[in-house]
């Protein structure tokens, strides 16, 4: 399985895919794909093309309980959480914590 | 300190305004991220796990408190706080938001700051000894020279896409604490026949091949200095690799093509060089050297600590005063290590209050200097022995205090997989065990240098350490090599490394088994660690490790 996620341009926030042009900051809001989904490479296209979520990227995720959705790596879990040092959290987007683009 | 004339305050802020405007039409989509990227990276503007990252040059780690303070308004108001300094003697925000690097870019060219050099295939700013013009050792100041060399480098049309980034180092001191032959080139300050000259290295490096520079040339007069270093650049230029990323750097021109050879290109590029355009002229050197005249230091100044008896009653303040004071070249005069290695803290950070009242003690006590060390630590040069302890009270009431520079816990940390979009691994919290494991004991295992690397690209100098530590990743999991015996200073030596990864939970058992070695088998206390090394080889460590 696996969602797609990119940084948000003005932010540099962390978001993920949340299908139909919309995007935040939650992996639990994140669309599912099968791992060799076709679409997933169109998709990344034309977030490309759009240009407003940079970094692009589809990355593996888990699925636990049928619910709680994971991401395999140390890295994508600093991602979703923010650095594991200090008290800073995450980088927010600047409105609310989705973007329809 | 080096003020701005017309034409450096001009280019900074066209830069600003430049940059503002790229910024503009890449928010309304007239530039692609793909044009876009390597515009915001010559201004220092990287984009990594979080959010962007924007480093801020400090030209040989120099500072004022005017500019300390911009530091922490820009911390405050931008950022989440804080600043990261680093071993490039720079400054990095690790939250600025996009719209916002316009205004922080001119909001620093106020006090004559700026985040241009920082990175890109440039000759990035030029780094020195945190104690230049304030050490006992010292031949030569090397400040003047080092703001030539930023005068000369600075967008320096013809090296400008370089094959690779190019980093020069320089100290005027004896003892090497700028690392300079890690460094693309390094300069040494030495004297031959009355005259000070520079001895000249060229090809060291860390990253994926760490390499110890080479000498290349043992004395280059001043007047000669930017024309040789000109013609080095030709030459590499010329010559460095631009089909692979990884032997771009003019270490593996070196390596690959021998000094001898790189010796003769060099100097066949400089006989066309010399006395041309490029000569420094005495009386411009004497002009930018007024910059960085003496401050008026007081020639009664009390030459003995008012230490003893606080010290006796005050085991923190005894190792405050044994470890972060420096010996100055003026009687009555100290440099002090401001540690930003509290022990749990994260290595390199200092939060904006914190810059802030590091600047007023600047103001009062240090003629208004501060430096940055490539350690990650701060530097007042200039201080009178008797208001050590006043310093040291204020130090206390914000909670950098600590008396450990050149211990254990004073570990160089690169920001790793907390926020590095290259690393492999974390290094902050390996840092934050070490130094919560070891921090009592520090005192009896005297001068010993960890350094820590998230990736191969050691930004966090691991391959100096005296015990350094890399982390890698395997099957998803953190793994940290471990590597014995590096030495950043004249001495230069990359570290050998003893065997397989261990856990991130193991890093610090690993240490202890290596310390015990090394209490076990000393000479005596006045053995360091390093001495101990060479002395027994890797032997009895990788013994110890892996049994
Ligand atoms: C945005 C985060 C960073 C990125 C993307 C980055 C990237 C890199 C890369 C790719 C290299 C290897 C260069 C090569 O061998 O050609 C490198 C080396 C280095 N970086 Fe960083 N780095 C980052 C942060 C830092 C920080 C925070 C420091 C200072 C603490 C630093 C200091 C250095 C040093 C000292 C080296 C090794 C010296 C050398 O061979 O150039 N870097 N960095
Ligand atoms: S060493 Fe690697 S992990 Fe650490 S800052 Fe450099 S690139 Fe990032």
Redo the contacts between chains.
């Keep these: 399985m696996k969602v797609i996620t990119g940084n948000e341009l003005l932010s540099g926030a962390v978001v993920y895919f949340y299908g139909k042009d919309r995007w935040g900051m939650d992996l639990q809001q994140a669309q599912i794909f099968e791992d060799k989904a076709p679409e997933v490479d169109e998709l990344l296209a034309a977030a490309a093309k759009k240009d407003k979520v940079v970094s692009l990227e589809a990355i593996p995720v888990e699925k636990h309980d049928n619910q709680l959705v994971q991401t395999n790596r140390l890295r994508e879990q600093i991602r979703a959480n923010g650095p594991t040092v200090g008290t800073y959290g995450r980088q927010h987007l600047s409105e609310a914590d989705y973007v329809s683009l | 300190m080096y003020r701005y004339d017309e034409f450096d305050a001009a280019f900074v802020r066209e830069r600003t305004e430049q940059f503002s405007d790229q910024v503009k039409r ?2 309304a ?1 007239e530039l ?2 793909d044009q876009f990227r390597p515009l915001r990276l010559m201004n220092g503007l990287y ?6 990252m924007l480093r801020v040059a400090v030209p040989y780690g120099t500072l004022n408190s005017r500019q300390m303070h911009k530091l922490a308004h820009i911390a405050r108001t931008y950022d ?1 706080g804080y600043g990261h300094f680093t071993t490039r003697q720079n400054i990095q925000y ?2 600025p ?3 916002d690097v316009p205004k922080i870019l001119e909001e620093l060219a106020e006090v004559e700051m700026h985040a241009i050099q920082t990175s890109g295939n440039c000759i990035r700013n030029v780094t020195t000894d945190q104690f230049a013009g304030a050490a006992h050792d010292e031949i030569i100041d090397p400040r003047p020279v080092a703001e030539i060399i930023r005068q000369w480098s600075s967008l320096h049309p013809e090296f400008s896409f370089l094959p690779r980034k190019f980093k020069i180092a320089i100290t005027g001191a004896q003892q090497d604490r700028a690392a300079v032959k890690f460094h693309d080139i390094g300069l040494m300050a030495n004297e031959k026949d009355g005259q000070v000259g520079w001895r000249v290295f060229v090809g060291g490096g860390l990253g994926r091949t760490p390499m110890v520079a080479k000498e290349i040339n043992d004395f280059v007069p001043h007047e000669d200095l930017l024309a040789y270093l000109e013609a080095i650049l030709r030459v590499y230029n010329l010559h460095g690799r631009r089909d692979n990323k990884y032997k771009a750097r003019i270490k593996i021109l070196v390596h690959e093509t021998g000094i001898e050879q790189i010796r003769e290109e060099v100097e066949a590029e400089f006989a066309q060089l010399k006395d041309g355009v490029l000569t420094l002229p005495q009386d411009e050197l004497d002009r930018i050297s007024t910059y960085f005249a003496a401050p008026p230091f007081a020639a009664d100044a009390d030459d003995v600590l008012d230490a003893e008896q606080h010290a006796l009653e005050n085991a923190q303040y005894a190792k405050f005063l044994k470890r972060n004071l420096f010996k100055h070249r003026q009687p009555g005069y100290t440099s002090i290590t401001i540690s930003l290695k509290s022990v749990g803290e ?1 290595p390199g ?1 200092a939060s904006d209050a914190q810059m802030d009242a590091i600047a007023e003690l600047a103001r009062e006590f240090s003629f208004d200097e501060l430096r940055v060390s490539h350690e990650q630590n701060l530097v007042l040069p200039h201080v009178k022995k008797s208001d050590v302890r006043a310093i040291y009270e204020r130090l206390v009431e914000i909670g950098l205090a600590e008396g450990n520079a050149g211990l254990i816990s004073d570990i160089i940390a690169c920001p790793g ?3 590095c ?1 290259l ?1 492999n ?2 290094s ?2 390996i840092a ?1 065990d070490i130094a919560k494991r070891f921090a009592d004991r520090e005192n009896e295992f005297g001068e010993l240098k960890v350094k820590i690397s998230g990736c191969i690209n050691a930004c966090g100098h691991h391959h100096v350490g005296h015990i350094g530590i890399l982390g890698v ?1 395997k099957k ?3 793994l940290y090599q471990i590597t014995v015996g590096g030495d950043a200073t004249e001495q230069a030596a990359v570290g050998n490394i003893l065997g397989r990864g261990v856990t991130g939970d193991e890093v610090p058992d690993a240490l202890e088994k290596l310390l015990n070695v090394y209490m076990d088998q000393r000479e005596n206390a006045d053995e360091p660690f390093l001495d101990a090394f060479r002395r027994l080889g890797e032997a009895p460590f990788k013994e110890a490790l892996y049994g």
Aim: net charge negative; aromatic share 10%; no cysteine.
């Design positions: 890449r928010v989509g692609t991220e984009l990594q796990l979080h959010a962007y989440r690790n939250w938001k996009l719209q994260v950070d997989l907390d926020y979009a690393a691994a974390r902050i919290p934050q990743e998803g999991t953190e």
